[in-house]
């Protein structure tokens, strides 16, 4: 029974951080879908229809812009995994937390895991009427999906 007296006199000396954490969790929960949503709705429609990605045309123009935005895209997947694997044990939307910062960190083979998990058909027809809502065009399947 000790260590339960130690977890409630740590939980009202860190009420605040306890706060915070609440307040990141309720605004994962609620953002978190719209972003993904916002995201999907968002990519050309042969986006995972080409065997690989093509650079933007940007990043040939702006090379230190390049840096920076991978760089910050990278932490921020990162900030978004731990939160996310934080979220497993508090309230929050752990595992959609770490798919959106599996997403926007890069890793050799991500592409071929993304169009992976997206040819699903159940997640392909989901996508799909999310961008019909939306107005656009639906995505073309991958030939070798």
């Known amino acids: 029974m000790n260590w339960i007296n130690?977890?409630?006199?740590?939980?009202?000396?860190?009420?605040?951080?306890l706060w915070w954490l609440f307040a990141v969790s309720v605004?994962?929960?609620?953002l978190t879908p719209v972003a993904v949503a916002w995201i999907l709705t968002r990519l050309p429609p042969d986006y995972f229809a080409k065997e690989e990605r093509r650079p933007l045309g940007a990043w040939a123009t702006h090379p230190a812009l390049r840096i920076v935005?991978?760089?910050?895209?990278?932490?921020l997947g990162?900030?978004?995994?731990?939160?996310?694997?934080a979220m497993l044990l508090v309230p929050g939307q752990g595992l959609l937390t770490i798919a959106v910062g599996l997403i926007l960190t890069d890793f050799p083979g991500k592409f071929r895991i993304q169009r992976w998990v997206v040819t699903r058909t159940s997640v392909w027809r989901s996508i799909n009427w999310l961008r019909k809502r939306a107005g656009r065009e639906p995505l073309k399947r991958p030939a070798s999906a």
């Open 6 to 17: 130690s977890l409630l006199n740590w939980t009202q000396s860190n009420n605040t951080l």
């Open 78 to 85: 990162i900030v978004l995994l731990v939160a996310g694997i």
């Open 69 to 75: 935005v991978l760089i910050a895209k990278n932490l």
């Open 27 to 30: 605004a994962a929960f609620v």
